[in-house]
């Protein structure tokens, strides 16, 4: 070999923040560490790496036919793009592909259509891209400066005929959900009317149905509060009583019969009724792509109607709207027929028990720990205590499934609280208390827990049972949740006080939000060290354990898990990588959307991976399969991606760069690439394919997981009037094989690699005459590497064992398969990592180190309440068409892509034999 340099040469310039080089000195820099000796591959890698492509490729210039002509002669004259995923459209007419495409992804659609080079780069296709790059640049600034309604609604106003991805759509109508619901509700309304393929959006459309349930939930409390004061004799009329609940009627109707026709599509049935669909676990089983999110949102609209009911049954009310929810009501129940049952129906029961069905089959979909929550206090309040017991310890574990205590998702965190109170663990309730009341930052996060851990401590004393921490907790939630209300109160009324001023109110803003979390923290220290009083003391474990758990800590907080968006629950979220494409290299920060999800699955299932296949098993598949998508192993078991500074690796480099720069992901200020549409285009080295090694292992686990839970499911005593006392032997040997299977979690670290090697600098060995690598006296640093390996605990969630599983490296380090010392991780001279599949000028093979970094990147977890990701892939930054299985398995578009492979092998091939010779395969 000719010696190591890291998998994107320049990472040197921009991975260490304390050395970054700049300006001209870091383009000479990018130059002088991007040379390859062809022309061929600089036209790659150039475009110029540190300019974007408006200004290389004009009409003005003969620059892109140069380019495209050095192409055409190293082996890319043909398509070297790949279709990203199957069209909304289908198969079919091949315009009609190419059109939705367009209508659905703007100018990305059309740059990513199967083209040859020069399509791809003819000037008008440039300028639309350019076009439409400074429209959602635009677009992103006056979002971030508008903090008013009105702000917002002339937003709204200005992009309404421009397109923008669904994406930046789901970001204005996140923000303004957050000022005016019903505002949020029609604008969502307007913009899909007028945009289409927006429509087909998921997250947009769920954002728009907690909308509706919101502005209902909304109007329900204001009708409460009206008929309290008409009955106290304070204010309030009858008339402000029905025109409230006959609002909160219109938009339940709406939000269940707009959530059931979406759902009816994914099931493939007749969605022009979707009043006569009627959702059980096993129906939405049969759409395992359909998020638990959705189905939740049914259980949140029926169960705010109960509410609805109770009013109009107290006042005899009636109206359109009234009727149409009683005739919904009357559906699920099996009333026939619709709107004549009979009088004395109780529609608030059957409300709730409708709602507590839909959330149940929201939490069986995919047992993600969000759904499971109401459906737990839907029980409670149905009188179902054992169903409500059992469904809570399933509860807890999947709130360890989505990140357990380790979290830094508030809603994770807050359900684990309640079910810590629930359940009577003082000990989690201690641990997760800090936590929940510092990272609660609206009233509304935290009023629905203190009103059930309220209505708890009453059934709880009805019983004569200890309620002093979960009534401390009730009513220390409560307050914390009137002084955020009055928080928001306060930035609401200022921000309209300066809205003519917008740098005094942003300062104001700046100022009010310091004092208020001032003020929130010490009124949070204040509360935990009552609770320390109040409660019994937290055990200390034996200091063996103590060791045990700090060591598996230490572990983590030296790497990343993905467990936290792999939830059907979840929207997303995006791996920081301190990306360096917008200074030429191909290092993008990675997304993962539910379409990464929903593609994994589909991978497992097409691999024959099943919950009961052993972990040996898997990872045997999962390496053939990895190595096949991202080309890392040839035919005779040669990996020539492994040496990086070999013509491959430059070749692959300066690939991933020209598809960045054709993005423009620099303009953009976005390099974000969806995972799996790294893998369909089957270009990456470490980071995409350990980081890919990573998700499918976390959903290989999850499955198994909730395989046990689905088990345990089917053994929970029956509720609502069901006799079935169940077989509580069987849920909880379930659980405990769901435990055992969640003590292995994989993980990807960054690591130090060490060696007595001689290095010039970090990635290029020290050679002597004869192109050997020389022996060092002391051990150097030779190149960071980003790695998966699988974590074990024991029972008490002590570390017992660190095995590594890189997909990446096999031969040059023998990470394939390897138990490290995890006893070792906290030695100064790291983790021996055995014997380095390479032979120094004296003849020897180095041993090397693994010394582990904090992670260069930092997990940045979202939910439909966080983050406005959508629910298709990007790449560069811009969304593109959902990737799909045909885009990586069986299909039509896998002959595509096997094109594209070719050409790339190709381009490969000849610069190997032309200028690397054949030590390097």
């Not at 475009?47 to 190293?74: C, S, Y």
């Not at 007028?194 to 939930?217: C, F, M, S």
């Not at 402000?240 to 109707?253: D, F, I, K, M, Y």
């Not at 976390?698 to 689905?710: G, I, K, M, V, W």
Request: charged letters at 25%.
């Amino acid at each position: 070999m000719k010696g190591i340099h890291h998998r994107d040469p320049r990472t040197k310039v921009v991975r260490d923040s304390t050395n970054v080089v700049g300006g001209q000195a870091r383009t000479e820099q990018l130059k002088k560490t991007t040379e390859v000796g062809t022309e061929g591959v600089k036209a790659l890698k150039g475009l110029d790496a540190a300019t974007e492509i408006g200004p290389v490729v004009t009409p003005t210039t003969n620059r892109a036919a140069q380019v495209i002509e050095l192409l055409k002669q190293n082996g890319l004259e043909g398509d070297v793009q790949t279709f990203l995923g199957r069209l909304r459209h289908g198969l079919g007419d091949v315009g009609a592909m190419r059109n939705g495409m367009v209508e659905a992804f703007g100018a990305s659609g059309d740059f990513l259509w199967v083209n040859s080079l020069a399509e791809m780069m003819e000037p008008s296709r440039v300028a639309l891209m350019k076009t439409q790059t400074e429209a959602i640049g635009a677009f992103g600034k006056d979002l971030a400066r508008a903090e008013s309604l009105d702000e917002l609604k002339a937003v709204a106003a200005k992009f309404e005929d421009t397109w923008l991805p669904a994406q930046s759509r789901n970001e204005l109508l996140l923000k303004m959900r957050n000022k005016d619901r019903g505002a949020a509700v029609a604008h969502y309304e307007a913009t899909a009317a007028r945009w289409p393929a927006y429509a087909q959006d998921d997250i947009g459309h769920e954002y728009y149905l907690v909308a509706l349930n919101k502005t209902a939930e909304a109007a329900v409390k204001k009708a409460n509060d009206a008929n309290k004061a008409l009955t106290r004799g304070t204010g309030g009329t009858k008339e402000q009583v029905e025109e409230l609940t006959r609002q909160a009627a219109a938009h339940l109707g709406k939000s269940i019969l707009e959530g059931k026709r979406h759902i009816a599509g994914h099931l493939g049935v007749d969605a022009k009724h979707p009043e006569r669909l009627r959702l059980t676990p096993e129906l939405v089983a049969k759409a395992p792509e359909l998020s638990d999110e959705r189905i939740a949102a049914l259980g949140k609209a029926f169960k705010v109607s109960m509410d609805v009911f109770k009013l109009g049954d107290q006042h005899q009310l009636s109206s359109p709207e009234l009727s149409s929810l009683k005739a919904l009501i009357e559906q699920e129940a099996g009333i026939k027929p619709a709107g004549k049952g009979p009088a004395n129906v109780d529609y608030a029961r059957e409300a709730l028990k409708a709602s507590t069905r839909y959330y149940e089959s929201a939490y069986a979909q995919d047992f993600g720990y969000y759904p499971a929550m109401p459906a737990i206090y839907n029980n409670i309040e149905l009188g179902n205590v054992d169903r409500a017991r059992e469904l809570a310890k399933m509860a807890i574990l999947s709130c360890q499934m989505a990140g357990g205590v380790e979290s830094t998702d508030f809603w994770v965190l807050v359900s684990q609280l309640e079910l810590a109170l629930i359940t009577g663990n003082d000990a989690l309730a201690h641990q997760l208390a800090p936590k929940v009341l510092s990272m609660a930052k609206e009233g509304w996060e935290v009023d629905t827990t203190a009103s059930w851990m309220k209505r708890l401590v009453e059934i709880r004393k009805e019983k004569g049972e200890d309620t002093t921490v979960i009534a401390f907790m009730a009513d220390k939630l409560g307050t914390r949740a009137n002084d955020l209300y009055a928080d928001s109160s306060a930035r609401d009324a200022l921000v309209a006080k300066h809205a003519n001023d917008p740098a005094i109110r942003d300062k104001a803003l700046e100022t009010l939000k310091k004092d208020q979390a001032e003020k929130g923290a010490a009124w949070c220290a204040a509360t935990l060290a009552e609770l320390a009083r109040i409660a019994p003391p937290v055990p200390t474990p034996p200091a063996e354990i103590a060791e045990g758990r700090a060591l598996a800590e230490a572990v983590r907080s030296k790497s990343i898990s993905t467990r936290a968006i792999t939830t059907s629950h979840s929207a997303g979220g995006r791996l920081r990588l301190v990306g360096n494409t917008r200074w030429g290299g191909q290092i993008p920060d990675i997304a993962m959307t539910r379409a990464t999800r929903t593609l994994g699955m589909a991978l497992l299932k097409e691999w024959g991976v099943t919950p009961k296949t052993s972990r040996e098993d898997f990872h045997r598949i999962l390496q053939t399969e990895v190595n096949r998508i991202f080309r890392l192993q040839t035919e005779t078991g040669a990996r020539p991606l492994e040496d990086l500074a070999g013509p491959e690796h430059k070749v692959l480099d300066a690939y991933d760069q020209l598809r960045f720069v054709m993005m423009m992901s620099k303009s953009l200020g976005d390099d974000a690439t969806e995972l799996m549409a790294l893998a369909q285009l089957g270009t990456g080295d470490c980071r995409p394919t350990n980081y890919t090694g990573l998700y499918l292992s976390t959903l290989f686990q999850r499955d198994a997981e909730a395989h046990y839970l689905r088990e345990a499911f089917q053994a929970l005593p029956g509720g609502d009037g069901d006799k079935n006392p169940g077989d509580l032997k069987k849920v909880d040997e379930n659980l405990a094989q769901a435990r055992e299977s969640m003590r292995w979690e994989p993980r990807v670290g960054t690591a130090k690699l060490m060696a007595p090697i001689k290095m010039k600098e970090p990635y290029v060995f020290d050679l002597d005459a004869n192109g050997k690598p020389q022996r060092s006296e002391k051990v150097e640093f030779v190149e960071n590497h980003t790695f998966l390996f699988w974590l074990q605990t024991d029972e008490n969630g002590a570390a017992t064992d660190l095995r590594a599983r890189d997909m990446f490296y096999h031969d040059l380090y023998p990470l394939k398969d390897q138990h490290l010392d995890i006893n070792a991780l906290g030695d100064a001279k790291g983790i021996p990592g055995g014997t380095m599949g390479l032979t120094l000028s004296d003849g020897s093979q180095p041993n090397f180190q693994i010394l582990f970094a904090g992670h260069s990147g930092s997990l940045v977890q979202s939910d439909p309440d966080k983050a406005a990701v959508s629910a298709g892939s990007f790449f560069a930054g811009r969304e593109v068409a959902t990737v799909t299985l045909a885009g990586l398995g069986a299909g039509e578009l896998n002959e595509q892509r096997r094109k594209v492979a070719e050409e790339f092998l190709t381009l490969r091939s000849q610069i190997l034999e032309q200028y690397g010779g054949p030590e390097h395969r």
